[in-house]
């Protein structure tokens, strides 16, 4: 068997994806450091109640900035800041692994902003939904499930894509999502569940459907697809 020396370790990643990754990394470490006070001293425990209160997406602001039409306008980043914050390390490091490992195989089929718009489109509709749509919620959204999700719609509708030109179910692209619905369920049940999966549904959906503008020759192939029928 012939083996490449020069090949690198690892698959390379698409630029953008680390664009999106490393903020996440850095102020999981940075976050991380600090409550186990490595870093920041006596200060640096309350660090991620910090960047939670700073970067964090309040149900209860984001619905008087409906109210005011958009005031007050420093506050509207939250709708994409909130991504940028985990409640802990294992929290961050799945959302970590799931952009790395979904953004690798939609950056490698969409352009670079297409996975921008695609993972911060997803993030702002999905933190929209969760703080708009819900009664009398009050918890926080952190974390950047709902933008990932987005990816997980991005790389759902490349896979409906390729089925529907083969004449096979275009239903089996949409496995992926139904097992996490399914393994979210199953935690809600035992562990008790919380209203984030409205944000990750949401994403899921708004990922899904901007794929069939921003990916290359998406439109053109979702009308073909569709006159085809």
Known sequence: MDTDHNAPPLNPLPWIVWVLALPLIAMEIVLSLAGA????GAQGVGWRIQAVERFG????????QWETGGYPL???????????????????????VMLLALGKMV???????????????SAAVGGAAYGLLIPGLRTQLIGAYPGVYGLIGAFTFLIWTKLALVGAN??????????LLVIQLVFGLL???????????TGFATGFLLSFVV???????????????
């Open 170 to 179: 275009r239903l089996r692209a949409f496995t992926l999502i139904g097992m």
């Open 215 to 229: 990916s290359p020759g998406g439109f053109q192939r979702a009308v073909a697809l569709i006159r085809h029928r």
């Open 191 to 201: 562990f008790g569940g919380n209203w984030d999966w409205v944000a990750e549904v």
């Open 37 to 40: 006070g490595v870093v920041g």
């Open 107 to 121: 950056g490698e089929v969409f352009r670079w902003w297409g996975v921008l718009v695609v993972f911060l489109g």
């Open 74 to 96: 420093e506050e509207l980043p939250r709708l994409v800041s909130y991504v940028a914050v985990h409640g802990n390390f294992t929290h961050a490091l799945f959302a970590i």
């Open 57 to 64: 997406l309040f149900p209860e602001l984001l619905k008087h």
